[in-house]
């Protein structure tokens, strides 16, 4: 049972460069989310999905685009990346409504140069 | 909008000492979570709280959740240097997503 796979695991993008992280869980949840982690900032989200076919903006959507593919996959892109994005990416599910326990996959570091 | 607010944001101690952090939130909410990071790992779910005053343990570790809903606090007796890494309260209020506090970073030396 392998929970939530990220890929990739680093990337290195220049400025201007875009690219797409993905994302997909194999327990059948139904939300979804992406974080964000910078040092002293914790974990913030950027979009998240709380059922097949929706999606929301978070506390950070600015420079990201979403799309949850299928119940099983969600994947993030940034369409022109800015050094700002240098960051920790993680993605998580967890089972609505109840959101006990998200699992997180092993997370994105994408460094923006 | 909600905001989780976690103290301390580091604590250095002896292994064997008590460690303690403390979340509070700005609104009222309908759970919290805990989770537990590793230095270059993901966060981990350990524990979550639904009711007013709840209190919960795991081994060494203590969790409670305030009679109004509204503050939590993670209580590991005798640290040991398997408890290195950083710990967050994430709360929601919408049923939709979990806002994270910043982290509690703790480091036990021998």
């Known amino acids: 049972n392998a929970g939530v796979t990220q890929t990739p695991k680093f990337q290195v993008l220049k400025t201007g460069q875009s690219m797409t992280l993905q994302c997909a869980q194999d327990?059948?949840?139904?939300?979804m989310y992406w974080y964000r982690q910078d040092p002293g900032m914790g974990l913030r989200l950027i979009y998240y999905s709380a059922s097949e076919g929706t999606t929301d903006k978070g506390e950070v959507p600015n420079g990201y685009n979403v799309s949850r593919l299928n119940k099983r996959e969600f994947s993030l892109r940034l369409e022109s990346a800015a050094p700002s994005q240098t960051s920790v990416y993680f993605c998580?599910?967890?089972?609505?409504?109840?959101?006990?326990?998200?699992?997180f996959g092993s997370g994105t570091r994408l460094t923006v140069v | 909008g909600q905001q989780v607010m976690q103290i301390p944001q580091y604590q250095h101690v002896q292994e064997g000492e008590d460690f303690t952090t403390y979340c509070n939130s700005s609104?009222?909410?309908?759970?919290i979570q805990w989770y537990k990071q590793r230095p270059g790992g993901h966060p981990v779910f350990l524990i979550q709280?639904?009711?007013?005053?709840e209190v919960k343990k795991q081994k060494r570790l203590t969790f409670q959740f305030g009679e109004a809903k509204k503050n939590s606090s993670l209580h590991i007796t005798a640290t040991q240097t398997t408890d290195v890494g950083t710990y967050f309260c994430a709360g929601t209020n919408s049923g939709y997503a979990l806002n994270f506090g910043k982290g509690t970073s703790l480091l036990v030396t021998p």
């Open positions: 709280l639904v009711k007013s005053g």
């Open positions: 609104t009222t909410l309908s759970n």
């Open positions: 998580a599910s967890s089972d609505s409504p109840d959101l006990i326990g998200y699992t």
């Open positions: 327990m059948n949840h139904n939300s």
